[in-house]
């Protein structure tokens, strides 16, 4: 089987802008998940999808939002960029049960200027 | 307030020895634990996982230890090989929270030859 894919593995945005992040799921996986990761703050959760619904979301502020398609196929945006969104943010999918393991994509690394 | 606390940022062991790396967690309300191992530029990658029901779970080379009285656990690799040296997280998850994974800030490993 395929691992999770994420585009694009890196961008560099201006404040201000805002950025959509791909994640494409294991085969059969319906349930998506996002989590930033950085220097001081480590792995965080920013929401989940499961069956086109967002499931499940962090404490990150509105301007962080995702869907999900019928594919399972999930998208981010963040909107408004500010310099604090640098990061590596990462996609992780997995089957229904909530003790499924986690598979994780390579991450996009975006870097806000 | 961090839920799952890994208090040494990095450890360093000897080729063949063990490495030991610890977690604690507050949250009497987690049943899953799983440990997750990064490199650079790349996304967590599964290694071993252990239910609340438990207290150990073995992998070739990787054992999880889990004392729910203490909210402690631990991953001990057996022996140690250079290409462990990596980022190790331990990771949390109860049914309550609909599976959402809450991290520690990670150890470094670094298995010297």
């Known amino acids: 089987k395929a691992g999770v894919t994420q585009t694009p593995r890196y961008l560099i945005k201006t404040r201000g802008q805002q950025v959509t992040l791909s994640c494409s799921p294991i085969?059969?996986?319906?349930?998506v998940s996002w989590y930033q990761q950085t220097p001081g703050q480590g792995l965080q959760f920013l929401f989940e999808?499961?069956?086109?619904?967002?499931?499940n979301k962090g404490n990150f502020p509105g301007r962080f939002s995702g869907r999900q398609f019928s594919n399972s196929r999930s998208e981010m945006n963040v909107s408004t960029l500010e310099l604090g969104d640098s990061a590596l943010y990462l996609c992780?999918?997995?089957?229904?049960?909530?003790?499924?393991?986690?598979?994780f994509g390579p991450g996009t690394r975006l870097t806000v200027l | 307030d961090q839920q799952v606390k890994q208090n040494s940022p990095s450890l360093s062991v000897q080729e063949g020895r063990i490495s030991i790396l610890n977690c604690d967690y507050t949250?009497?309300?987690?049943?899953?634990f799983l440990w997750y191992k990064k490199y650079p530029a790349e996304g967590p990658t599964f290694l071993i996982s252990?239910?609340?029901?438990?207290d150990k779970n073995e992998d070739g080379r990787f054992t999880v230890f889990l004392n729910k009285s203490a909210k402690h656990l631990s991953l001990h690799i057996v022996p140690s090989q250079p290409g462990d040296s990596a980022v190790y997280f331990c990771?949390?998850?109860?049914?309550?929270?609909?599976?959402?994974?809450?991290f520690g800030k990670g150890t470094k490993l670094s298995v010297k030859p």
């Open positions: 992780a999918s997995r089957g229904a049960g909530y003790t499924d393991t986690q598979y």
């Open positions: 085969s059969g996986h319906r349930s």
């Open positions: 999808y499961f069956s086109e619904t967002q499931r």
């Open positions: 949250n009497s309300m987690f049943d899953y």
């Open positions: 252990i239910s609340s029901i438990k």
């Open positions: 990771a949390a998850i109860s049914g309550g929270s609909q599976g959402n994974l809450i």
